[in-house]
Structures are given as C-alpha cells and as structure tokens.
C-alpha cells in the first residue's frame, strides 16, 4: 500500500490556494492539547513540543510493530494546527484588538483512521518514559469535525491574518454563509522556527453557517 502523504493525497484539506473557498471538512482523529497565553511565550513551544512527541512514538510504534491494525499505512506525519479565541474577560470587551496574552487555543495534531484510542494510551505511556513532561498529562485523542468552513491559504506573517480574515469574511458574506464564532483554526505549513515571516504558508479556517 502506498504511503499516505497528506501534500499529495489530501490537498483539499492542506493545499488551498491563496482565495477563500468553502469546504465541508469531515471527523478526524486528533490527539490534541489546551492551553493559554502569547504563542511567543517559551511555554507555548513546550506543548508543541510534548504533541510532536507523541505523534512521532504513535508513527514509529506502528512502523516497528509485526502485528499492524486494520487498514494500516505508512504516512507523513500530519501538520500542526490550532484553534485560536479570546479567554472570557478579553471576548467580552473585544474593539477589534486583543492582548496576545489574552488567547486560548487547542493545538492538536491528526492521526490516520487506523489509530485507536487504546493505542494513543500506550503511546502516552512509552514517552513519559522516553521523554518525561508534565504536560503528557494533558494530551488527550478526540474526534473533531469541523463541518462547513470558509478556507483559505495565508501567506506571510502571522501578524498579518486579519486581512486574509477580511477578505475570507467578504466571501462567506457573498455565498450567504456566516460565520459562527470569532475561533479559527490555523495548519501551519511552514515552520516558524525555520522560516522567513514574510515566507510562512498557513492554512486559515473558520466555520460558517447558511443564512
């Protein structure tokens, strides 16, 4: 069977184009992590950190293993996403600015179909003792559907995303669709460590509803 390469395989989900579209996005599995605070903050890189940990151990466990689960590929590593908002207190006096000290997200990473939830806990179990942190606690394996979104690909600084929102809210605005809350995910296709601002591939999506 061939390796499953979500750039090649899965491009609706992962390879939009720099125009918004409208997509319904299915279940998939997650393993995925809370928390709060500016993602400049060394904390943040530490829950990043703790979910590749684990995605890799899930990968490399079921390469390593003789007996495979049903429907088992080999597979790329899927990309880190987050979904981002405003604690309570910064929603509720929203003007149009916000205090990046003042965001929540869940950053999660997907997992192929073939990962069960018995595996992701032996998984946790083998990296507390390969790579102890206290933030493993904290991961947990979801199905999260999306369901009707406007996406689009955002290139540049992360700094400059609201007026690729602009320009997402336009669009749902014209196919009468609205959008549902201020939270948005975000696929990051580039590495932020490695990358020039200016150069930065990411996936913007919010959900919407028909009017």
Known sequence: MKKQEWRKHEKEYYMPKSKPMQIDIPP????????EG????ESFSNFIGV?????YAIKMNLKRNSVKPTGYCDYTVYPLEGVWDLNEEARQNYDGTFNKDDLVFKLMIRQPGFVKATFFKEMIRITKV????ELL??????????????????????????????????????ENLQRTSKAHREIYLSDFRKVPSDKL???LRFKVQNL
Do not use: R, W
């Open 51 to 55: 979910l590749y940990s684990v995605a």
């Open 137 to 174: 606690d904290y991961v947990q394996f979801k199905e999260i559907k999306d369901g009707l979104c406007v996406q689009m690909l955002h290139m540049g600084s992360y700094d400059d995303e609201p007026q690729s929102f602009a320009i997402m809210e336009e669009f749902a605005s014209k």
């Open 28 to 35: 998939f599995k997650y393993i995925t992590i809370a928390g």
């Open 201 to 203: 591939k990411t996936v």
């Open 38 to 41: 500016s993602p400049a903050s």
């Open 130 to 133: 390969k790579k102890p942190n």
